[in-house]
């Protein structure tokens, strides 16, 4: 259906370490977005994504809009203290184009 | 800063109170959005703007009542809400609604708790 599968939904890390989540579909979406939320703040876009197979980075960030245009990654290298919050996938369906969430990954980091 | 500002950050409110949630854009966008964000679970579309006409309404019963008088402001006013309804609810614009580039700009939300 129109759901978005976002895994996983909390991740707990060192410091330094490498993060990667995705989220995937069995729908075809036209867009791959992901987005960041602070605690008390509204998400905030990290990387747009409007090509299968488009490969993007935005500093430590890099996503990925899968081919088969039904999933997309975000991995984040060298995590810092501030990488703290929640991390949701969107995306424009491929009919209708309209925009549906995934439930978000929940990122804690210990220094 | 987004762009997007929404009043008040925090209301807590009682089931026969009538209040307004409050959301400007400072983008020139032409498209405008209402979602509720309860915990672990997606962000749910309430309600959609597009030049100041509705363009969208999710089921959402009639204690949310959305307005929005010109495309930089739009509001949600709440009246005999539920326990249940107590969540962020968040306020977006973009652009436009038809594009796949129209990307929609998030404000900082309010969170509701209704008691």
């Known amino acids: 259906g129109q759901q978005l599968n976002q895994s996983p939904q909390s991740m707990f890390i060192q410091e330094g370490e490498d993060v990667s989540m995705n989220c995937t579909s069995s729908?075809?979406?036209?867009?791959w977005l992901w987005y960041k939320q602070d605690p008390g703040e509204g998400p905030v876009l990290l990387i747009a994504?409007?090509?299968?197979?488009e490969l993007t980075s935005n500093g430590r960030l890099t996503a990925q809009f899968g081919i088969t245009r039904k999933d997309s990654f975000l991995n984040i290298s060298a995590s810092i203290p501030s990488d703290v919050g929640i991390y949701f996938c969107?995306?424009?369906?491929?009919?209708?184009?309209?925009?549906?969430f995934g439930a978000g990954t929940i990122l804690r980091v210990k220094s | 800063e987004t762009g997007v500002t929404q009043t008040p950050r925090h209301l807590v409110m009682g089931m026969t109170n009538k209040k307004s949630l409050k959301c400007e854009q400072h983008?020139?966008?032409?498209?405008m959005y209402w979602y509720k964000q309860s915990a672990k679970k997606p962000l749910e579309l309430m309600f959609v703007?597009?030049?100041?006409?509705?363009?969208e309404n999710n089921s959402v019963p009639s204690r949310f009542s959305p307005e929005c008088p010109n495309s930089s402001h739009l509001f949600l006013h709440l009246h005999t809400l539920q326990p249940e309804d107590s969540a962020l609810y968040l306020c977006?614009?973009?652009?436009?609604?038809?594009?796949?580039?129209?990307?929609?700009?998030f404000g900082p939300g309010t969170r509701l708790t209704v008691l």
């Open positions: 994504l409007y090509k299968a197979g």
């Open positions: 969107a995306g424009h369906l491929e009919y209708g184009n309209k925009l549906v």
């Open positions: 977006a614009s973009s652009q436009g609604l038809a594009g796949i580039t129209d990307t929609q700009y």
């Open positions: 729908s075809i979406f036209n867009t």
């Open positions: 703007y597009s030049l100041e006409e509705r363009v």
């Open positions: 983008l020139g966008h032409n498209a």
